[in-house]
């Protein structure tokens, strides 16, 4: 059973440009997270989506990202305009539907913004 | 709103040794309290948990108590191993929620 995918590993963009990151989440599970983490910092909640549904969007900033969970596909997150403070690991996680606490993460993508 | 707050690092130890890496946390309610492990080039691990004051959580010779009257959660080992060299994150979820507040990470380095 593959665990959390998440793709590219390493994503580098120019300022202004477009940073979409994908995570497929393991088998079975329906609830997929996105985190953020700066350089020497801990993880900082953006996102937690079900298929075809955003259910809290409070990390997220107002500007520039969005998230979506289709019915078919994997998990996108999708930065616009990036600028170098977007320069982090985003990481995905993924739940059963019956579990908040049986949270499974990918290995991160680390988005470098010249 | 919630945080946590561990102690800083990087935290060197010799194999063998006694571990401790503090957690506090600050939060509404009575939260489930986790320590996640992240290896170096790989996402986190769940280590161990606690969902109620004074539970124990333990897993490969870590533990913590859910200490509600310090509102702590500290990790400790007793014996230590090069393997355990990685970057150690205190979380909680509060009750209702399913987002993590985590702290900004501890590294240990383990030396043989």
């Known amino acids: 059973n593959a665990g959390v995918m998440q793709n590219p590993r390493h994503l580098v963009r120019r300022r202004g440009q477009e940073a979409r990151l994908r995570c497929s989440p393991m088998k079975g599970h329906s609830h997929v997270y996105w985190y953020r983490q700066l350089p020497e910092e801990g993880l900082k909640f953006m996102v937690y989506?079900?298929?075809?549904?955003?259910?809290?969007e409070s990390g997220m900033p107002k500007e520039r990202f969005s998230a979506e969970f289709p019915k078919e596909g994997p998990s996108i997150l999708r930065i616009q305009q990036v600028v170098r403070g977007d320069s982090a690991a985003y990481f995905c996680?993924?739940?059963?539907?019956?579990?908040?606490?049986?949270?499974?993460f990918g290995s991160g993508t680390q988005l470098s913004v010249l | 709103g919630d945080s946590v707050t561990q102690m800083e690092g990087p935290v060197t130890l010799s194999e063998e040794a006694f571990l401790t890496i503090n957690c506090t946390y600050t939060?509404?309610?009575?939260?489930?309290l986790f320590w996640y492990v992240q290896y170096p080039g790989e996402g986190l691990q769940l280590l161990l948990k606690?969902?109620?004051?004074?539970d124990k959580g333990s897993n490969k010779g870590f533990e913590a108590t859910y200490r509600k009257e310090t509102t702590s959660f500290h990790l400790e080992k007793g014996s230590v191993q090069v393997s355990d060299s990685a970057v150690y994150f205190c979380a909680l979820m509060r009750t209702g929620r399913r987002a993590l507040t985590f702290g900004s990470g501890t590294r240990l380095q383990v030396q043989p």
């Open positions: 939060a509404t309610g009575y939260p489930s």
């Open positions: 996680a993924s739940s059963p539907w019956d579990s908040n606490e049986k949270l499974f």
């Open positions: 989506l079900q298929k075809e549904n955003i259910i809290d």
């Open positions: 606690a969902t109620k004051a004074d």
